[in-house]
């Protein structure tokens, strides 16, 4: 029989277990083995023996986190073997290959920096401690220099007590209106102009100088769409709506003649309508990189696939949740415009914006227009009228841009129709028939320059100004010398307010004063007044 075979379990536990300074005694001579057992369960389990003092948790937590350290340190060791075994003859695989010779020639490229380090250090340890130490100096020097910066909190917005004059429609609601120029009855043109998505009746034509306005005669009116600034909500309104709210505006401050329609941007949306649903009261349009919906029918698939190519990724998202899926969009705006805070309106609108655009938005003034024109949009606090003015510009507006001038159907006969085919007959059009002028900046990333391709195309009467290297707001606003080319395309030669016409009363006084005049009296009676 073998050795082994002649253990004690004792022994062999013991082989198992290690050294523990527990010895079993066998049941011959000593203590017997029950006892043996039982003392050794009191030192597993932790109870104390006789006359051994008791341990503090203080010595039992140093214990356990060197017991703890042992086991991950053995854990490591453990992962090292195996990777190690993992990887043998990993040299070898073509993988290995290409990485030892990419690594080769960078080294190579490197080795005039080692010329710095002393001659008995290994290069590579040496770089890769001077990496780690750099990373971690930039590191505690980036969050030192974050602590020392002051954080700006961000402004609440101020929003001013009410101060607009306001109209009542035929259907009870209370339009907010604004008017610059000259006076009603002086006014050579008149101008309407409906605004933007985030923006207000305090918009209109930003930073246009009352001495322009005084100079071609021009009346300019500004107005809160519903549920913005200071007018009423209209919970079911359309493009509809929005051209007879402009008609009730005009009829209301006295603009007897046709009126001009201003469009910048998502006002042109509303300008769109006026020119296609109230088309004899407009003159003309003045537009200024407008919207073109999205999903016109007309819109071929790379005019569309254009429009949102320039787009950021949130405001791609904007619109398909404003399409799909509207009432998400409460969610985002309570996150940005309707929070209480001032934010910058390329983050609230998420716009890509080009170089002018950029240095326009810095400015002092831009930032003071801004801050007050949000501050009257979200004045009621809602996000529906918001949330509407979104869903209206990607749903179907009812009409499409080709609607607005269309070629005029007639009834001919057969031998008219071959008639026509032979001679040149002249193109009869019905729709707004008055002038329509686009300006679009083709560094705009707001508005893609694409849309006012598409609408050149489909509204054959439209004529397009290219603005090279202007962006979206860097021609509209705050520009005196664009403002001034504007005008003059529209109104031509300035020729200043009308002279209105006297009243009654007037003329009469003025007759009596013309039969008092001394040039008028006879001799008899001047001789009188000379005595007297």
Not at 53 to 80: I, P
Not at 172 to 183: C, I, T
Not at 284 to 300: E, H, I, Q, R, V
Request: glycine share 8%.
């Amino acid at each position: 029989m073998s050795a082994a075979s002649t253990m004690t379990w004792h022994e062999d536990m013991a082989t198992l277990v290690g050294d523990t300074g527990v010895s079993l005694h066998g049941a011959g001579g000593e203590a017997p083995a029950a006892a043996n057992v039982a003392a050794a369960g009191a030192g597993w389990y932790g109870e104390e023996e006789e006359g051994r003092a008791e341990e503090g948790w203080a010595q039992q937590a140093k214990g356990f986190a060197e017991s703890t350290a042992e086991m991950l340190r053995e854990l490591g060791r453990g992962l090292w073997d195996v990777a190690a075994q993992s990887l043998a003859g990993a040299e070898d695989s073509e993988v290995a290959r290409r990485l030892r010779k990419r690594a080769a020639a960078t080294g190579k490229r490197l080795s005039f920096m080692n010329e710095y380090l002393p001659e008995e250090r290994d290069p590579v340890r040496c770089w890769l401690i001077v990496a780690a130490v750099a990373f971690v100096t930039l590191l505690v020097l980036g969050v030192g220099g974050g602590d020392e910066t002051p954080f700006e909190l961000p402004k609440k917005l101020i929003i001013s007590p009410p101060s607009a004059n306001r109209i009542q429609l035929p259907d009870g609601r209370h339009l907010a209106y604004e008017e610059q120029g000259v006076s009603a009855d002086r006014a050579r043109f008149s101008l309407i102009a409906p605004h933007s998505f985030l923006s207000s009746r305090l918009a209109g034509i930003p930073g246009i100088s009352a001495s322009l306005l005084e100079e071609f005669g021009a009346r300019l009116v500004t107005y809160d769409l519903p549920g913005f600034g200071e007018s009423d909500p209209h919970p079911g309104r359309n493009l509809n709506s929005s051209a007879l709210d402009m008609l009730h505006l005009a009829d209301a401050l006295d603009i007897p003649d046709k009126f001009w329609v201003v469009g910048y941007s998502g006002g042109g949306m509303h300008a769109w309508s006026a020119l296609r649903y109230i088309p004899d009261r407009v003159a003309g349009a003045a537009m200024f990189a407008p919207m073109a919906n999205p999903y016109d029918s007309k819109m071929t698939k790379d005019e569309r696939y254009k429009t949102w190519d320039r787009w950021s990724t949130k405001r791609k998202l904007m619109h398909i949740l404003a399409r799909r899926f509207p009432s998400l969009l409460p969610l985002f705006y309570r996150r940005s415009f309707l929070s209480g805070k001032q934010g910058q309106p390329e983050s609230w609108l998420s716009l890509s914006l080009g170089k002018k655009d950029k240095t326009l938005l810095e400015g002092p003034e831009f930032n003071a227009f801004w801050e007050r024109n949000v501050a009257e949009s979200v004045r009621q606090g809602d996000a529906r009228p918001f949330v509407e003015e979104a869903v209206l510009q990607v749903s179907d507006w009812g009409f499409s841009l080709s609607d607005i001038q269309m070629q005029k159907k007639e009834d001919r006969s057969f031998f008219e129709l071959i008639k026509s085919l032979f001679n040149q007959v002249e193109r009869e059009w019905v729709g707004f028939l008055g002038p329509i002028h686009i300006w679009q900046g083709m560094d705009d990333r707001v508005v893609s320059p694409s849309v006012a391709e598409f609408v050149r195309r489909v509204v054959p009467g439209a004529t397009v100004h290219k603005l090279l290297d202007e962006g979206h707001f860097s021609y509209f606003c705050f520009c005196d010398e664009c403002h001034r080319q504007i005008f003059s395309t529209l109104f031509g030669i300035p020729q200043g307010p009308i002279d209105p016409a006297p009243l009654p009363s007037d003329v009469a006084s003025e007759l009596a004063e013309e039969t008092t005049a001394p040039g008028n009296l006879t001799e008899e009676e001047q001789g009188k007044s000379s005595l007297a």
